[in-house]
């Protein structure tokens, strides 16, 4: 698998041994992706790129482009390296770079879905006993709140769609849904399971039943989110205006017009 993680001013927070410990795994390899950050994070991905180079590709948007941009950037070069044999398998995913999903959770996310039929896994953070899933209480609640309302414009039951860890299966629809921009910096994996659900002419969307929800047994609130009052406003905004042009003008909405 070839798992992207997009950075934006992660000088601070991205751990070089997290990152070791993704590629101490034999099937993962990692796209490190610079989001035109302005402190040493573009020299921090080249170090760790430089330490690991056969499993470590340090890649540069050279402006901010937003989390959305960066993410299907990475993802179209891990697809591409699919078609010309250069991968391990046929997945590609996209992690958090604060890790709040460690390495071992992904690990366990990846045998779970190759051993699956499904054709996406989505981490889901479920509080429960037995897990260790910390979040603050108000970012629960909103993201319980976010969650109902996106099962709604999605049609389709997610009790978590903005955790940052997703893995998917090279398929046509996944092609079809990373061949354009979205629309949000903020809610682009709703955009992203609206495309994949919707499909085009040429590549037939996926069912529900291709779909896997893995519940993490570790997630922990990062100090230093970038998502702060403000970005969490804004995608609920986002969120709503996606709903309503959905509803408005139906599912082929998810894909901007060219």
């Known amino acids: 698998m070839i798992v992207v993680l ?13 990152v070791a410990q993704l590629v101490a795994d034999p099937r993962i390899d990692v796209i490190l992706v610079d989001d035109g950050s302005t402190d040493g994070t573009r020299a921090l991905l080249e170090s760790i790129a430089a330490r690991h180079p056969d499993r470590v590709t340090a890649l540069s948007m050279g402006r901010n482009v937003g989390k959305a941009e960066a993410v299907r950037t990475g993802v179209n070069l891990a697809l591409e390296r699919i078609v010309r044999g250069e991968a391990r398998d046929d997945l590609v995913g996209y992690l958090d770079a604060d890790f709040a999903t460690p390495p071992e959770e992904l690990s366990r996310m990846l045998d779970r879905i190759e051993d699956s039929p499904a054709k996406v896994a989505m981490g889901s953070r479920i509080a429960r006993l037995g897990a ?7 970012r629960h ?51 992203l399971l609206g495309r994949l659900t919707t499909g085009t002419a040429d590549a037939p969307g996926l069912a529900v039943d291709d779909f896997l929800e893995i519940p993490l047994e570790v997630w ?26 959905v509803k408005s003008a139906g599912r082929g909405e998810f894909f901007p017009k060219k």
């Open 220 to 245: 922990e609130d990062v100090r230093g989110s970038k998502l702060g009052v403000k970005g969490a406003l804004r995608g609920g905004m986002d969120l709503l205006r996606l709903g309503a042009r």
């Open 141 to 191: 609640y909103l993201g319980r709140l976010f969650a109902t309302t996106a099962s709604m414009v999605l049609d389709m039951s997610i009790y978590d769609t903005q955790c940052g860890a997703k893995l998917f299966r090279d398929t046509p629809a996944l092609r079809a849904a990373m061949s354009v921009p979205f629309r949000s910096r903020w809610v682009f994996d709703v955009e």
């Open 6 to 18: 997009p950075c934006f001013n992660e000088e601070k927070r991205l751990d070089p041994h997290a």
């Open 132 to 138: 260790r899933v910390r979040r603050k209480q108000t």
